[in-house]
């Protein structure tokens, strides 16, 4: 049996069903008990962020684990490797989406004049506000972290004229962007974009502090993973006008839940972890994991 516990591109669902059973249920992250007796009955699990795929669950029996994305911070890669658990990340397959997700949020942030309704449609008329917001072209954009995506933003921003600063002690090249230092690009970009995983070295790595450094009314972006940003500095940093702009995608904790620093912050986009998620993306996900999925059980 195939167990499916967050949500999948329905094609891709029956795709697998017409090979296997399958159990698609999209809510059980949210029911741990169920989770778990499922998961013993189980060949393969198909994940996305919010199942934590650790600890007694990997004794279930399953073989592996598809992951409807990239990031594996929600999975126990070392305890996988000690049960013989395959993992299949969905390299590739959202990085468009993301990269779309940084580089329209980075003009909307500029502009500044997307958010105006509510005084247009009381009879104001706040065209000398509306007519102070900046253009792209000719801002620098920074990238802590120069993976696919990273350099799909590159791509993408340097097509709208913006010049691209990135920082990665892994990367070996940058194509579309000037290689920095990571205090070069945090301080020296317009607009910063994190593209880095969660890890002991990135948890917190964007605080008071290295905010404070950035350039007076620079927007900051994080689609990447939750925790690596101080949320609380964030909102603190945009209240007091130094932060131009934010959009935050992921999120220390997931859902918000009621103690979130965020209200009444201005020039703040908030979206619930749907950088990676468009129709287009999921097809692809969804495609990609379900056949990686297939191959390893022989279905394919």
């Known amino acids: ?24 249920e999209p809510d ?39 992951r409807l994305g990239v990031g594996l911070d929600n999975i126990d890669m070392d305890g996988c490797a000690e049960h013989d658990i395959a993992v299949f990340p969905a390299t590739g397959a959202n990085t468009l989406s993301v990269a779309e997700y940084v580089v329209t949020t980075s003009a909307m942030l500029l ?11 009381a009879g104001d008329w706040p065209r000398g506000v509306a007519g102070q917001g900046r253009e792209v072209a000719g801002k620098t954009l920074g990238l802590v972290g120069f993976g696919e995506i990273a350099r799909v933003t590159a791509r993408l921003a340097g097509a709208m004229g913006m ?34 995983p969660l890890t002991d070295e990135t948890r917190g790595m964007i605080d008071a502090r290295v905010i404070a450094s950035m350039k007076p009314g620079a927007v900051l972006i994080n689609a990447a993973r939750g925790g690596v940003v101080d949320e609380a500095a964030v909102a603190a940093a945009l209240k007091s006008g130094h932060l131009g702009g934010a959009a935050l995608d992921t999120f220390t904790t997931e859902p918000l839940g009621q103690d979130h620093p965020f209200a ?10 749907i950088g990676g998620v468009t129709v287009e993306a999921n097809a692809r996900v969804s495609e990609m994991t379900a ?9 394919d």
């Open 1 to 24: 049996m195939i167990l499916i516990t967050e949500f999948m591109d329905e094609t891709w669902v029956d795709w697998l069903r017409d090979r296997a059973e399958v159990l698609y």
């Open 28 to 66: 059980l992250p949210d029911r741990p008990e169920d989770l778990a007796e499922h998961a013993r009955l189980a060949q393969a699990l198909i994940v996305r962020n919010r199942t934590q795929v650790r600890g007694d669950l990997l004794y279930s029996g399953f073989s592996c684990v598809g």
């Open 111 to 121: 502009r500044g004049a997307y958010d105006l309704r509510t005084s247009m449609e």
């Open 163 to 196: 010049t691209c600063l990135a920082s990665d002690p892994y990367a070996e090249e940058f194509p579309g962007a000037m290689e920095g230092t990571e205090e070069e690009v945090l301080t020296q970009s317009d607009v910063i974009s994190l593209h880095v």
């Open 264 to 273: 009444g912050v201005p020039n703040l986009i908030l979206t619930p972890h």
């Open 291 to 299: 056949r990686k999925v297939a191959a390893h059980l022989g279905l």
